[in-house]
């Protein structure tokens, strides 16, 4: 499926998961994403899922990362 343009991609590092990357899409404007942010996997609706990666529709934002020093 063709992505509508502009979209934002990222590598993200999944909790529990021995050193798997996920490349999703995320649903931030590129101008408040950064290294190290908290993001949460956002699934299609129960009925839709499969039971694979491709369940996750996006991932967005959940906690900004703190600026050092603050």
Do not use: W, Y
């Not at 999944?14 to 490349?23: E, R, Y």
């Not at 931030?28 to 009925?47: H, I, T």
């Amino acid at each position: 499926e063709m992505l509508p343009v502009p979209f934002t991609v990222g590598i993200i590092d999944l909790d529990g998961a021995p050193k798997t990357s996920a490349p999703p899409r995320c649903s931030a404007a590129p101008q408040k994403l950064a290294v190290g942010m908290r993001v949460k996997a956002v699934f299609k609706s129960k009925e839709l899922r499969q039971g694979n990666i491709f369940d996750i529709v996006h991932f967005k934002i959940i906690a900004e990362q703190q600026k050092e020093g603050q």
